[in-house]
């Protein structure tokens, strides 16, 4: 099932979306999926959270989680 | 997360009247004898012979506050602060406005200003916010963090 991707930042513009949905079901497959669909992404380091924590480690990705691509930070 | 979370935003810039507000509302607290201030500032940053005119900032904001009041609880621990506030602006801030306001009070000037210090660049790294300068001719450029 599909699950919501948010994005945020140059990520919004690079896919001209504020959000897309993935069939991938860990973290590293969406890694793949995006770098697949985008392929200037791979010169884009992002962070990835779930559930509004930063997940380094591969993370199954469920149903119902709130997903969100996130671009090197430039607040402040 | 046990902590109580704080809308830190503020949409566009903020102003000195606020900032006067929110130092005034601390005459109260006598306990405090040291504040310490952070004012960010947009610069007029020149890129390629363009110049910036505003940054546009952007957040991913519910993350935003959750990581902020991590944040803030550890901070106000470690140095054992009477209290803290952080604000942020939203959207276009003009160069030479104020973006970040950042407000530490202790009973003595040395943790207040450690601990401001840190706040800074604590949030700076791990708060997910985002800045798209924007320059004199309307083109745009996504601002990047550098170390302090």
């Known amino acids: ?76 | 997360m046990n902590q109580k979370i704080k809308n830190i935003f503020v949409t566009g810039a903020i102003s000195p009247a606020f900032i006067g507000e929110k130092i005034a509302a601390h005459q109260a607290k006598t306990g405090i004898g040291g504040h310490s201030i952070f004012l960010g500032q947009v610069r007029a940053d020149t890129i390629d012979n363009k110049q910036v005119v505003a940054v546009d900032y952007t957040s991913y904001e519910q993350m935003a506050m959750e990581q902020m009041a991590a944040i803030r609880e550890m901070i106000i621990e470690k140095y054992s602060l009477n209290c803290m506030h952080v604000y942020h602006s939203l959207g276009k801030i003009k160069t030479g406005e104020v973006c970040l306001f950042v407000f530490t009070s202790a009973p003595h000037r040395k943790a207040a200003i450690d601990a401001c210090s840190e706040t800074v660049e604590r949030l700076k790294a791990e708060l997910p916010i985002w800045g798209q300068e924007i320059f004199d001719d309307a083109s745009v450029q996504w601002k990047i963090n550098k170390p302090a």
């Open chain 1, 1 to 76: 099932m599909a699950v919501k991707i948010q994005l945020y930042g140059q990520l919004k513009e690079i896919t001209r979306a504020s959000e897309l949905f993935t069939e991938a079901t860990d973290t590293e497959g969406l890694i793949r999926e995006m770098a697949t669909r985008y392929p200037v992404l791979e010169n884009l380091a992002y962070l990835i959270a779930v559930d509004r924590n930063i997940v380094q480690a591969n993370t199954p990705i469920k149903a119902g989680q709130e997903l969100a691509l996130l671009p090197p930070y430039s607040g402040g």
